[in-house]
């Protein structure tokens, strides 16, 4: 099974699809304004302490106050508080954490309120971004992850992934990075440290140390709600989590993007530099790699399966709810129960994908259909839990209960992925009423007119509905070799399903989208 990385630029940041077969499994979008993401560093000040609650609301530059609880501040959050203080001494110079003198830690039934107090100023870390009407979450308990560590400052012990089963490799990485490690500084060993030479694992760690510096150096002159150490971009944090030995090609659309990923992917794993390229082809990447056809038909309410069958995907306040139909499936099978447990496993394995690709959390559903057979409850509730391998989220499976549902409880760091399917007419924003779409053509050609005579543009590209590219490339004589007889210019021509069939745009020669009136 091979695994590729399509990364499309855009103006406002980047679209990231991971493939699986040539299957679409997640899509993120990595905007260049968003704040606030999953490992991101704060100097946060603490707005409200609520003893009701046991929790503290800290101000770290959201509109809404972040929460941060008890039992998120960690045991060594008193070190954290008198660190932070000291780094933020403006006549301070040495920022050393292994001569750092570590504090008792704090009770794990105690309050908040003799821990924080209002406006004092702590350092914390991004949890779970903000969703909804929520701001984000916080924790002291601050982690920088590396391609095979986690730097876990203020800690002295070493963990290793429960995935190193080998007793030998246990051993061996502990003694290694022992032998590594600062004072005050605790290691988390990650799954694909394993088989890795002491001098990769040092690099790492050199990296992580100097990541944690750099950044505390910033406390000196910080500000409450400012950043002190960011995450790494969307692309690079997939990239490090994910990159191994199935990972085969990475396709990149804008060359800045590609020196940015190509030098990360030196530092991380310069024996995979090969599998980065630069994609240079007339259409738009998405649409040559079939991804925005798949985004058009995974995220609608209905969703198909394989041989008939198909989802209905709800969302509550409370839950996400997904029903299975077995639909005008023509099955084979001998029995009811037999097609009835064919669909089921189909429906599990797209469930296990929607979840990945919608990022779907919090508790979901499953009405799957009805089985009488014991075994055959048993072996999908097997099936979903091995469909469910591959999802780096955190997550839990429960059997089928007695009524036939299937609860599913998925870690939700993020907002909810929703891309909307259903196209609103462009023209007269979903009032139902529009110009006679055989007149879109005759507007182009006004458009087109206007910007190569009055404006005089050197270059044009025209992102158009695939029907409209197919109208404009027909026959010979095509409209578009009349428009170059006409102008004397070629018009590139892109096909873009994203688009709305009377909808279009235009684009300089920096293809840069050229408004239009």
């Known amino acids: 099974m091979s695994n590729e990385l399509i990364i499309n630029s855009t103006q406002n940041g980047s679209r990231i699809a991971l493939l699986n077969d040539r299957n679409l499994i997640e899509i993120h979008y990595d905007n260049k304004e968003e704040q606030f993401s999953v490992g991101d560093i704060y100097l946060g000040n603490v707005r409200k302490v609520m003893q009701g609650l046991n929790a503290a609301f800290v101000d770290v530059g959201y509109e809404k106050d972040a929460f941060l609880h008890y039992h998120d501040l960690g045991p060594k959050v008193n070190s954290l508080l008198k660190y932070t203080k000291f780094a933020t001494t403006r006549n301070n110079t040495s920022y050393k954490l292994s001569k750092f003198k570590l504090e008792p830690e704090i009770d794990k039934l105690g309050k908040i309120s003799q821990v924080l107090s209002k406006n004092k100023q702590v350092l914390v870390q991004v949890i779970k971004e903000p969703i909804s009407t929520k701001g984000p979450r916080l924790s002291c308990e601050l982690s920088l992850a590396g391609r095979y560590l986690v730097l876990v400052p203020f800690a002295n012990g070493i963990s290793i992934s429960k995935k190193i089963s080998t007793s030998e490799e246990r051993k061996r990485l502990t003694r290694l990075i022992s032998s590594i490690k600062p004072e005050n500084f605790g290691v988390i060993i990650r799954t694909v440290a394993e088989g890795k ?310 684009m300089n020669s920096n293809q840069e989208l050229i408004e239009m009136e």
Not at 453 to 481: D, W
């Open 197 to 506: 030479e002491v001098a990769e694992l040092d690099t790492d760690l050199r990296n992580l140390l100097d990541t944690w510096e750099n950044g505390v150096k910033k406390l000196k002159d910080a500000k409450p709600k400012d950043k002190i150490i960011g995450e790494v971009g969307r692309a690079s944090s997939i990239l490090r989590d994910m990159m191994n030995e199935s990972f085969d090609s990475i396709h990149v659309d804008d060359e800045e993007t590609f020196k940015e990923i190509q030098t990360y992917i030196q530092k991380i794993d310069p024996s995979k530099e090969k599998i980065l390229k630069l994609y240079t082809g007339r259409n738009k990447i998405f649409e040559h790699f079939g991804i925005e056809r798949q985004l058009k038909s995974l995220f609608g309410q209905s969703v198909n399966i394989k041989g008939g069958g198909y989802l209905i995907i709800e969302h509550t306040e409370a839950l996400h709810v997904i029903d299975v139909n077995s639909g005008n499936k023509s099955s084979n099978e001998e029995s009811q129960e037999d097609t009835a447990l064919n669909t089921n496993l189909e429906a599990a394995k797209e469930i296990a994908r929607q979840l990945r690709l919608r990022d779907m959390g919090g508790i979901i559903v499953v009405d799957f259909i009805d089985m009488k057979n014991p075994d055959n409850k048993k072996l999908l509730f097997k099936k979903m839990k091995e469909f469910m391998e591959t999802d780096r989220s955190k997550h839990t499976v429960l059997p089928l209960s007695k009524f036939g549902l299937m609860q599913v409880t998925r870690q939700r760091v993020r907002p909810e992925l929703n891309i909307v399917t259903k196209e609103s007419c462009p023209t007269c924003n979903g009032t139902g009423k529009i110009t006679a779409s055989i007149l879109v053509s005759d507007k182009i050609e006004q458009d087109l007119d206007y910007l190569l005579t009055k404006q005089n543009e050197k270059s044009l590209s025209l992102a158009i509905h695939p029907f409209l590219y197919s109208y404009y490339t027909k026959g010979i004589i095509s409209l578009r070799v009349k428009w170059f007889f006409k102008y004397g210019k070629w018009i590139k021509l892109i096909q873009d399903s994203s688009l709305a069939l009377t909808e279009y745009h235009f």
